[in-house]
C-alpha cells in the first residue's frame, strides 16, 4: 500500500519470487517521532480488511525535540491512529541508501519521513513494573555457544523484550 495515496496492489508469492525486491530499511532503523498536528486529508477508507485515514501530520524527531526547532511535513495512511503523541517512522532523510535500484527512478521524490506506527508509550509506562498478561510459549532450542559473552546474551535478551513488545 502507498502510503501517501492509499493505492494498493496486491503481489502473489509467483511474482515475488519471480522479481523480488531488498527492502531500504529494517525495522531495527525506526525513528521515534513526536506527533504535534494531525490534519485529515481523506474519510475513512478500508484496505484490505484494515481502516486507514489520509492525512498531513506534523512531526518531530524525538531526538531533535528541544535541541532545534525541526518540524517536519509529513502525508500519512495513519490519520485515524494519530493524535499528538509518539509514532514511529522511517527517517529517509539521514537515511544512508546506496540502492541502485532506487537510483534508476529520476525524479522520485523521496519524502524526509515515512511513519509505520503508533507507539503507546504511555501506556507502557504506567504498566511498567506489572507483569504481562500472556506468557509466550517456547519450544526447546539448542543454545548455541560460539558466540559466548555478556554482551551476546544482553543483545539477546533485548531482541527478545522488543519482540515481546511489537507482540502487544
Known sequence: MDPF???????DADQYWRASFKSLLSS????????????????ETVVG???YTLADAQVARVSDFGKNDT????????????????????????????DIE????????????????KTYEEKRQK???KPRAWKLKSLD???DNSAKGRDHEENMNSEYEQFLRDLE
Do not use: M, W
Open 5 to 11: 495515496t492509499l493505492r494498493h496492489c496486491f503481489l
Open 28 to 43: 531495527r532503523q525506526l525513528v521515534e517521532h513526536i506527533v504535534l498536528d494531525v490534519e485529515p486529508v481523506s474519510s
Open 49 to 51: 480488511g484494515s481502516r
Open 71 to 98: 518540524i517536519l511535513s509529513v502525508r500519512t495512511h495513519l490519520g485515524h491512529l494519530l493524535s499528538s503523541g509518539d509514532a514511529l517512522g522511517y527517517d529517509l532523510y539521514a537515511a544512508n541508501s546506496n
Open 102 to 117: 532506487l537510483d534508476k527512478y529520476k525524479g522520485l521524490v523521496v519524502p524526509d519521513v515515512v511513519l509505520i506506527k
Open 127 to 129: 504498566k511498567r513494573g
Open 141 to 143: 532450542i539448542e543454545v
